[in-house]
């Protein structure tokens, strides 16, 4: 093959392996931010059996909040709760107790997989 050929195919190479790599960084920060926020959650309130992640969205640059639903430990679901990852401030927690959680946490992300957290 030519050396114009070549060099063309080296390139797309490059810009597909670079791709596939900020993809997987970016995933894997996805997932770091649900498990931060889902620590801060347990150690925020008291009484939790279950966290489910909702969304993720930036309210400013570098500023994470995660959106999520719990059930308690009496089986009463609590939906609707916001919280800014990192500065364990609160906008939302609708009847929520304030505390730590003692014991494992069952932990539900956004992409379908289920962690615990002790």
Not at 4 to 9: D, L, Q, Y
Not at 14 to 42: F, R, S
Not at 47 to 56: A, G, V, Y
């Amino acid at each position: 093959m030519k050396k114009k050929t070549w060099i063309a195919i080296l390139t797309v190479s490059i810009l597909i392996i670079l791709g596939i790599g900020v993809k997987l960084h970016m995933d894997n920060k996805e997932v770091t931010i649900q498990e931060n926020a889902a620590i801060e959650i347990k150690e925020r309130y008291k009484n939790l059996k279950e966290i489910k992640i909702k969304n993720i969205f930036e309210s400013s640059p570098g500023v994470q909040n995660v959106d999520f639903d719990v059930v308690d430990v009496n089986n009463k679901v609590i939906k609707g709760n916001t919280t800014t990852v990192g500065r364990f401030g609160s906008f939302s927690d609708n009847g929520l107790v304030e505390g730590k959680t003692i014991g494992k946490v069952k932990v539900l992300y956004l992409n379908g997989a289920v962690g615990f957290i002790k």
